[in-house]
Each structure stands twice: as structure tokens, then as C-alpha cells.
């Protein structure tokens, strides 16, 4: 190479060295991979940068790895020519190591659940928000003030107040940003003068007497509400609430600097539109700055994430406002992805012993009355119609029909477990105000399943649920779970006894599976105890998605049976499961998981080709039957833009690969491809290519084979 080209190259490791010595005092890992080639030519070096190329591989789990990003780089000459007599251009890919990406990942922030130290300053952050806001604004009367999954919030009536000097009404004042700030101000004074936070049993005579004297119309509703002892909570001697607590000790143990007020929004009293109008302040609370600015990078990075702006811009899915709020159209990019989940699924469960049922989408109002929904849930329910002078109701739930399929004969102990799953479709009513893309929607497919399984075969079934759950998340990339068992609340149907077989069924279950939880006490609900999973995902949320439910409530309204081995008729366990929760949710988390990058096995285009000519159009069909017969799902770009903005529209709407055509390509049988993740993997026939994805399809990883390079031309 010479002497230049010696110096080119150290400068180029200086670079790199410089580069990694950064990181490191950052904290990053110091391995970085560098691109380059140099160039001969008459004689002259250069040398030419190609950039710091960070790749995504998978990591351990295959599987999971798909949306994990992970550091790659790996030592692979392109082309290298034996003699420098010509010129010639001679690429490296310099150097190669597998590293986690430590220094700008985000790390995982603590939870209510897991850190009770965070619960207490979230919740005494609330009270002394609210003393600051009744501070500034004494007109101010406070409803209520809960902590919340990652932070807390506060809701406050503004009265009509009169003006002192001209005596005109005034309207409720509107809190805006500059009040927040205000607010953020006088909260800091209060922490910073250590205020005792402490609790005081009072009897209701006195709460009520208490009340009145600040005159709290809000405070004296939520007493009445509330069972004895009746405790207080006190900042000081400067202002109080009704509260069950927690809190910390003094108000120098809250964090000003890791607090944040970040929002203002409306909210009816107790949810009822017929009620007064509050003001809602959202604000978060950490146990120090540097989790505060974890958690707003977090925020930052969620914006990005944001599955209605990426739903729009992948054309996967729509909210069609003149068809009614909450109401999903699934578009042809969305149906795809619809499928491939849903087939999965229901091989899964196929694989574990279930069978596949389908059920109506309305019944006899007679029905939800018998189940209790209508009872229990009917604020839930969308008004019934009426058939032939009867009333009928749009299912909000599943399991009622399940039980009806059950009890369609008499059932024997060697007939159960009974396991029936079905991807149902239900219709719940929603507050226009509460609707929010997938999430919140009014018409949505839970994944649903029922277990009918004698008392000594619930572990066994519990067991065999949370494997498929396992199974099933891990494929779409979750494996970060936070587990809870709740347990029976004061208010509960069933014996002790069965209540005591079934948590000991649901603990066993947890522990054979060797998963970490933790404990609800009194946090199941009144027919049965329960497992709640939540999954973490790419940048460190919490997302609800499965649950088992015991259910010891609905076999006995349906009077459901089973003859046991001594002849007589015993009531069956019933179980409750879904591990999406619903197929519009999930596919919301599981797009802003992967920030609309689905891996190959799911994403709706796996292979884009780009013709450069017209004159190739035709043999890419071609190629396109080809690979749909293997299951394989091809675009063929029409060819109308320049190949750079092909590749770019590609890269654009995530398309995982890519195979540039040209005349070349249409007269060799070869494609040269091109990975979204790992960049060019050289030349492919047509058929090792298509072999290659449905093995890559399949198994459900990314395809990371390196096809043939093309070596350098002399001339």
C-alpha cells in the first residue's frame, strides 16, 4: 500500500481509538464498527470513509432477538486484489465484535409494584401538589389525588369565583403550562421546609366536622364512601386529606429535582359526564434526577414509537371517524400481520391442546343477565336491540357462550380438562374522551380462552397456560415479565376451601415455572384469584396483556356439572385465559415495540425488488409468483423512480430485504440483496434466495446468510 496509504490507515485507527475513548468516558461500549474501503488509483491514495455503521443482529434467543438491538460488526474483506499494479479499489470491513449496547440503552426504571419507596414519594408528591395548587389558587377544592404507573396525578374543581373590586362573576379559572410552572415552584418551597407527613385516625363525626369547616363538598362525598377507621393524612400543620396512605416520613424525603409536572387535563367527577367538569395535573416522581431524565428519554423515544402515527405512515391500520370512534379498519399491510398472529396463535393452541371454537355476536338479553354481566357490567354494554319483540344484546364477553357449549351435554370427570379457545370478536362501551388509537378502542378480538378441568388438575392446566404464554410472547419479541398473584378480596363467592386449592394451585404454577412474582392481597376478584402478566418492552414499559382468571362465580350461575367417578355431580373449575388480552392492543404494543420494524417472519412485505429498467418488470413477476407459491410475501416497486429513492422508499416503510434487478440480474438467475438490518449481503440465485427466506420465515429469525461478493473488475 505505501507509506501514504500506511499513514491513511493510521489515522484512521487514531480515529477509531478516539472514537471508542469517547464512548467509553461516556460510558458506551468501545467497539465501534467502521466502514471504509481506500482507493488506488494512478497511483494516488485516498481514503474513503463509508461511516460508523451500527448493526441490529439477534441476540441468544433468536426469537426475542429480532426487535432486541444488540451491537454487530464482524471482520469480512469485500474484495482484495493481489497486486496494486492497477488501479483498483480495495474494501475492508474493519472489525468485528458482538457487544451489548449498554451505553444508550435505556435501563429499566423501577415500579410501583417493585420499589414501595417510589409508590410513597409518588403519593406524597400528589398532597403536596395539591397544597401548592390550593396555595396559589385558594378557590381550589381537591377531589382526588392517586399515584399512578409512573407518576400521579391531581383532580380540582375551579368555582365561579366573584371579582373583589368590580363584583362581577368570574369563570373557573383554566389552568395552563405557566401555572404548572408556578405549581412546580411553590411544591419545591413546601419540600424544601420538611414538613412532618402524618397520619391521624379520626372517627366519621369528626371527618365529617373537619370537612365542613373548609368547606370540601368533594372531600364529604368520597367520606361517605369510605369504610372506618377513617384516617387523615397531614403536611404539617398546613393542610390535610382524607387518605389510606402510604407516604413518606417528611417532605425532605421527596426528590424536588426528579419531579415533574407535565401535563393539564379535563376529567369528569367519578367518570359521569352529568357531573362537574375537573381539572386533572399529571406529574411524575422518581427516587432521583438521573431516573427523571431516564424516564423523559423514554418519552421521547415512545413519540417516535407512536403506533397511530406509524399506522398511518405503514398503512397498516385506520380509525375511520365517520364510521364511529374506537372502530378499527384493518388495511391490507395490517391484515397481513392480523393473519400471520392469528395462525400462530391458533397453531399454538392447536399444538397444546385446544380446540378452536367461534361463537355468535349477539345473544338474549336472558343471557348476560344469567352470566351477571347485565347486572355488573351494564355501564360497559352498548344498549340492547329488539328482535321480534325480544331484546338482544352485542356481546361484550365470550365466556357465557362458552358455557353454554358446555352445559350442551352431561360431562364426565374423564371428559375434563376441557380446553376451548377462541379469537372473539366483543363490543364494550367506551367514553369518546377515553378512546386512543389500538389501545382504547370499542370493538376489538380478545384472544380468549376457557378451562374446565377438575380441583386436581388445576396446576397442571395453570402450568400448561403460562408455557403457551411463554411461548407465544417470546415469538413476537417479549420476554421481560413482571408477574403478580392476587389473592381473595373481603367481598367473595366460593368456600374458603376451594378459594385456598385454587391460590395454592396458582402459586404452584409460579413456582414450577420458577418466575419471580409478587403478591395483591385482596386484589383478585370476587369469583376467583388470579395471574397477571405484564410485558416489558424495547424501551422499558409495562404493558398489560395476559391473564388467568380462577372462576368460581359462572359455573354455578349456569349450573355447570360433572359426574364423578362415585356417580355424583360436582361443579367444574372453571378458568378464565388470554395472553394478547386483544389482538388490536397487542398489535399496538407489538408496533411500537419494534418501532414499525417488524422482523422478517412478520413483517407484510418481506422482499422488495427494485427493477432499474422496464425491460425487467416481467421477469420480476415472475419472481413474485414464485415466491408467493412458497409463502413468501414480494412487492415489485414500479420501477418509475430512480434506484436510490426505490431503496429509500423501501427502507422507509421497513421492508426487511431488498434485490436490486437489472438486465444483469434477469440474464445471470442472480439477485443482488440488500438487508434493512445488516446492509448487503452480496448476490443470491433466485432460488437459494427464496429458500432462504421461508427457512428464515419459519424459524422466525432475520436472514443474515452472506450470498457470493462480486470481486473487483481489472479493467
Known amino acids: 500500500m505505501g507509506r501514504a496509504g500506511d499513514r491513511k490507515t493510521d489515522r484512521l485507527r487514531d480515529c477509531q481509538q478516539e472514537h471508542n475513548h469517547a464512548n467509553a468516558r ?21 481514503m474513503k470513509f463509508r461511516g460508523i455503521k451500527m448493526l441490529a443482529i439477534l441476540s441468544s434467543v433468536a426469537r426475542v432477538a429480532a426487535f432486541a438491538p444488540s451491537r454487530v460488526t464482524r471482520v469480512s474483506p469485500l474484495s482484495q486484489s493481489s497486486s496494486f499494479a492497477k488501479p483498483a479499489m480495495h474494501r475492508f470491513v474493519a472489525t468485528v465484535a458482538v457487544e451489548e449496547n449498554k451505553g444508550d440503552e435505556l435501563f429499566e426504571l423501577p415500579t410501583n409494584e417493585n420499589d ?21 389558587y385558594p378557590e381550589a377544592q381537591v377531589t382526588i389525588g392517586p399515584w399512578i404507573d409512573n407518576g400521579f396525578y391531581y383532580d380540582f374543581y375551579f368555582p365561579e369565583t366573584t371579582d373583589s373590586e368590580t363584583g362581577e362573576t368570574v369563570g373557573p379559572r383554566k389552568l395552563t403550562d405557566q401555572d404548572l410552572k408556578k405549581v412546580k415552584k411553590a411544591m419545591d418551597k413546601i419540600i424544601s421546609k420538611n ?63 426528579a419531579i415533574t409536572l407535565q401535563s393539564v387535563a379535563g376529567a369528569y367527577w367519578r367518570g359521569d359526564e352529568n357531573r362537574e367538569m375537573l381539572q386533572r395535573i399529571y406529574g411524575t416522581a422518581w427516587k432521583d434526577p438521573t431516573q427523571l431524565k431516564q424516564y423523559k428519554k423514554m418519552l421521547e423515544e415512545a413519540k417516535k414509537r407512536d403506533h397511530r402515527m406509524l399506522g398511518k405512515k405503514l398503512d ?59 347486572d355488573f357490567y351494564r355501564s360497559d354494554m352498548f344498549d340492547q336491540m329488539d328482535v321480534e ?3 338482544y344484546q352485542i356481546k361484550p364477553m365470550n365466556c357465557p357462550f362458552h358455557c353454554l357449549m ?73 420476554d421481560k415479565y413482571e408477574i403478580m398473584l392476587s389473592t381473595r378480596p373481603e367481598k367473595a363467592v ?13 402459586r404452584g404454577a409460579l413456582e414450577a415455572k420458577g418466575w419471580d412474582y409478587g403478591v395483591d392481597e385482596g386484589g383478585g376478584a370476587f369469583y376467583g384469584p388470579k395471574i397477571d402478566v405484564k410485558i416489558r418492552d424495547a424501551i422499558g414499559r409495562q404493558w398489560q396483556c395476559s391473564t388467568v382468571q380462577c372462576d368460581f362465580n359462572l359455573p354455578e350461575r349456569f349450573g355447570l356439572e360433572y359426574v364423578d367417578a ?9 378458568v378464565h385465559r388470554a395472553i394478547f388480552g386483544s389482538l388490536e392492543r397487542f398489535f399496538g404494543i407489538l408496533i411500537e415495540n419494534c418501532a414499525g420494524d417488524f422482523p422478517l417472519w412478520l413483517s407484510p412485505v418481506q422482499l422488495k425488488l427494485l427493477p432499474v429498467t422496464d425491460a425487467v418488470q416481467d421477469y420480476c413477476k415472475d419472481i413474485a409468483k414464485k415466491a408467493a407459491k412458497a409463502g413468501i410475501r414480494v412487492e415489485v416497486d414500479r420501477g418509475n423512480e430512480r434506484l436510490a429513492k426505490q431503496i429509500r422508499n423501501a427502507e422507509q416503510q421497513r421492508v426487511p430485504v431488498m434485490a436490486v434487478v437489472g438486465m444483469k440480474e434477469m440474464e445471470t438467475g442472480k439477485l443482488a440483496i440488500r438487508s434493512r438490518k445488516l446492509g448487503d449481503l452480496g448476490s443470491f440465485a433466485v432460488e437459494d434466495l427464496l429458500d432462504e427466506l421461508e427457512s428464515c420465515s419459519e424459524g422466525a429469525v432475520e436472514m443474515t446468510r452472506v450470498g457470493e461478493k462480486d470481486e473487483p473488475s481489472d479493467d
Open 116 to 136: 414501595e419507596e417510589l409508590l410513597r414519594i409518588r403519593h406524597s408528591t400528589a398532597h403536596v401538589m395539591a397544597m401548592a395548587v390550593q396555595q396559589i
Open 195 to 257: 414538613y412532618p407527613i402524618t397520619r391521624e385516625e379520626v372517627s366519621r363525626e369528626e371527618a365529617t366536622q373537619r370537612i365542613k369547616e373548609i368547606n370540601e363538598p368533594f372531600k364529604m362525598e368520597i367520606l361517605e364512601g369510605l369504610e372506618e377507621p377513617i384516617t387523615l393524612y397531614h403536611i404539617g400543620d398546613q393542610w390535610w386529606d382524607l387518605c389510606a396512605g402510604p407516604h413518606v416520613e417528611s417532605t425532605a424525603n421527596i426528590p424536588k429535582k
Open 316 to 374: 397498516l391500520f385506520s380509525i375511520q371517524e365517520d364510521a364511529g370512534g374506537g372502530l378499527v379498519f384493518w388495511h391490507p399491510k395490517g391484515s397481513k400481520v392480523r393473519k400471520l398472529i392469528e395462525d400462530f396463535w391458533k397453531d399454538s393452541h392447536q399444538d397444546g391442546g385446544y380446540d378452536v371454537v367461534y361463537t355468535p355476536h349477539i345473544a338474549n338479553l336472558n343471557l348476560w343477565k344469567t352470566s351477571g354481566h347485565f
Open 26 to 46: 461516556k460510558g458506551y461500549p468501545c467497539v465501534v464498527n467502521i466502514c471504509y474501503s481506500i482507493e488506488v488509483i494512478r497511483g494516488k491514495e485516498r
Open 389 to 391: 319483540n325480544e331484546q
Open 566 to 574: 362415585d356417580g355424583s355431580r360436582k361443579q367444574p373449575i372453571m
Open 406 to 478: 358446555y352445559k350442551d351435554e352431561l360431562r364426565s370427570y374423564r371428559d375434563l380438562p376441557i380446553r376451548w379457545a377462541e379469537l372473539g370478536t366483543v363490543y364494550r362501551y367506551e367514553r369518546s374522551g377515553t378512546l386512543h388509537g389500538l389501545m382504547r378502542v370499542r370493538g376489538f378480538t380478545q384472544d380468549d380462552a376457557h378451562i374446565y378441568c377438575l380441583p386436581e388438575q388445576l396446576q397442571d392446566e395453570i402450568v400448561g397456560v403460562l408455557d403457551l404464554t411463554e411461548t407465544i410472547l417470546t415469538r413476537f419479541g417479549f
Open 494 to 506: 366460593g368456600s374458603d376451601e376451594i378459594w385456598d386449592a385454587a391460590t395454592t394451585a396458582l
